[in-house]
């Protein structure tokens, strides 16, 4: 793939509509190894990334020194930094579940966006159908990196939605991989797996525990519980030092928003909208009261919940999918 030195490319940006030339800057000949790869097209371009917006939108700076934004062609990511519009997405209930659903699913796209392409030198090809910027200006190109067509990856792996506001080339075959992924409950389209009272479908697996969709559901078996239940002095007088400790053992960012912990007797947390948990990274949930932040949540609870002699946690999603749970003597 060729790299962002000048000599490399051949056409540049002139920054207007249809400021691509029609003709293939990849000076050096290289065959991308995707079916239907960049080389079938006539208008390709190298570049560098250099930011990751969100999913389906990222940075990159051109042979020539210019930046540009790239919307990957058509593909829809949820998105997370304003509502998601569940009725956009085949199946998702519109409801807050959907919503809380898809923008979890969101975070997962732009993180696998990131692990991909974020500092890669990709090639963008611009298809013939559509129009070379989009209505805010940004280019439309679909980006290849190491031979593969993200944008096509992306709804592969149930991360992105196929948008058809224009009729791209690709159209049919990423259709076939929407379908396939819908098919299957991959990805966001686990979403689509909610009721309309935003429960998802469950089964029971024999432990007390049962296996959903839907936003932080999709991490049973990837969050790890650690009670301090007995806090140095008189529990009551030490509230902030009895707590509990969630931490991510899996791969994806959770959408904590909404999910609950609770006690053997029903005492509940719900965590706010916003708190998310990276992979590796931990949360730590205080019986007393404080404010927000740095990964510490505070009950606000008067007494002390967590029994020094034995107690059960439970951790839920905001579906009601039982996420994790550790009973200590």
Do not use: K
Not at 67 to 79: A, C, F, N, S, Y
Not at 181 to 186: E, I, M, V
Not at 281 to 305: E, F, M, R
């Amino acid at each position: 793939m060729g790299g962002t030195d000048e000599t490399d490319t051949t056409t540049a940006l002139t920054g207007g509509a249809g400021g691509v030339t029609n003709a293939s800057v990849n000076a050096t000949g290289d065959t991308m190894t995707d079916a239907g790869g960049a080389s079938a097209f006539a208008t390709t371009l190298n570049a560098t990334v250099v930011d990751i917006a969100d999913g389906d939108t990222v940075d990159v700076r051109l042979a020539n020194g210019t930046e540009e934004t790239i919307r990957l062609v058509g593909v829809d990511t949820p998105e997370v930094w304003v509502a998601n519009t569940p009725g956009e997405f085949r199946g998702v209930p519109t409801t807050s579940a959907g919503r809380d659903c898809l923008r979890g699913w969101g975070h997962n796209a732009s993180d696998y966006t990131a692990a991909r392409l974020a500092g890669a030198d990709v090639t963008l090809a611009f298809d013939p159908n559509t129009d070379r910027r989009g209505y805010y200006g940004r280019l439309l190109a679909y980006v290849y990196v190491n031979g593969t067509n993200h944008n096509a990856a992306l709804v592969e792996h149930g991360l992105a939605r196929v948008y058809d506001a224009s009729d791209f080339s690709r159209n049919t075959a990423f259709h076939r991989f929407e379908a396939a992924a819908y098919q299957n409950r991959t990805g966001l389209w686990t979403c689509a797996a909610l009721g309309v009272d935003g429960r998802g479908s469950t089964s029971n697996d024999g432990d007390g525990t049962t296996e959903g969709s839907g936003g932080a559901a999709n991490a049973r078996g990837s969050i790890d519980v650690d009670a301090h239940a007995d806090a140095a002095g008189p529990d009551n007088e030490n509230l902030n030092d009895e707590y509990v400790v969630l931490r991510n053992t899996g791969r994806d960012r959770l959408d904590f928003g909404g999910v609950q912990v609770s006690d053997a007797v029903g005492h509940t947390y719900t965590f706010p909208a916003g708190a998310t948990l990276a992979p590796g990274a931990s949360l730590t949930l205080h019986t007393g009261t404080g404010t927000d932040g740095n990964g510490h949540y505070y009950w606000n609870a008067g007494s002390a919940l967590w029994n020094n002699g034995g107690d059960t946690v439970t951790v839920r999603a905001a579906n009601g999918t039982t996420l994790a749970r550790q009973t200590y003597a």
